[in-house]
T-cell receptor, first 114, second 112 residues
Framework: NAGVMQNPRHLVRRRGQEARLRCSPM?????VYWYRQLPEEGLKFMVY????????ESGMPKERFSAEFPKEGPSILRIQQVVRGDSAAYFC????????????FGSGTRLTVV | LAKTTQPISMDSYEGQEVNITCSHN???????ITWYQQFPSQGPRFIIQ???TKVTNEVASLFIPADRKSSTLSLPRVSLSDTAVYYC?????????????FGPGTRLSVLP
């Protein structure tokens, strides 16, 4: 998964704390997607962003979750007041321009809420 | 977004050819078919993509019949390291912002 950088790789938070997950897309890609994967389940779409723009957040929980992709710097997925049910792997993907081949995923951030 | 259906799991032995079929009955004219592979604790990895007939790369082959309502991922001579979950997705590459819908995928177990 070289190219899409996610950090941290592992994140442990206590209930009630905030979690900030970062994603830097592949060079030349300006579109970022966030997916969540619960243990033994498939990936669930959360949000799609362009630079400074949220295009589709239909998969985002209504509360506590937010995402941004500023003009400079990585995309950030923020989870406020984390609960145990937020424990999951969060993957970021970036896409090439239209007609390009496939999305490229990062290695993910594994969030554990204790 | 076209919905896909795949077998939940498959077993194979080392050295065998594995074929995983995906059904996508309501695939749209502009949709491409893409397959991803995911190992535990890693993000999905692109394997192959096609629109019709047959596509082959160094990793796999993708067979798509004329009606495009299904596709088959073929892995030649699998090894233990091919044990992973394989996802079939369909979508329009020209549609910027396609949020691909991942199903549960097919869990392939390669046995020695």
């Amino acid at each position: 998964n070289a190219g899409v950088m996610q950090n941290p790789r592992h994140l442990v938070r206590r209930r009630g704390q905030e979690a900030r997950l970062r994603c830097s897309p592949m060079k030349g890609h300006s579109h970022v997607y966030w997916y969540r994967q619960l243990p033994e389940e498939g990936l669930k779409f959360m949000v799609y962003l362009q630079k400074e723009n949220i295009i589709d957040e239909s998969g985002m929980p209504k509360e506590r979750f937010s995402a941004e992709f500023p003009k400079e710097g990585p995309s950030i997925l923020r989870i406020q007041q984390v609960v145990r049910g937020d424990s999951a792997a969060y993957f970021c993907a970036s896409s090439p321009p239209p007609g390009g081949v496939g999305y490229t995923f990062g290695s993910g951030t594994r969030l554990t809420v204790v | 977004l076209a919905k896909t259906t795949q077998p939940i799991s498959m077993d194979s032995y080392e050295g065998q050819e594995v074929n995983i079929t995906c059904s996508h009955n309501n695939i749209a004219t502009n949709d491409y078919i893409t397959w991803y592979q995911q190992f535990p604790s890693q993000g999905p990895r692109f394997i192959i993509q096609g629109y019709k007939t047959k596509v082959t790369n160094e990793v796999a082959s993708l067979f798509i019949p004329a009606d495009r309502k299904s596709s088959t991922l073929s892995l030649p001579r699998v090894s233990l390291s091919d044990t992973a979950v394989y996802y079939c997705l369909v979508g329009d590459l020209g549609d910027y912002g396609q949020n691909f819908v991942f199903g549960p995928g097919t869990r392939l177990s390669v046995l020695p």
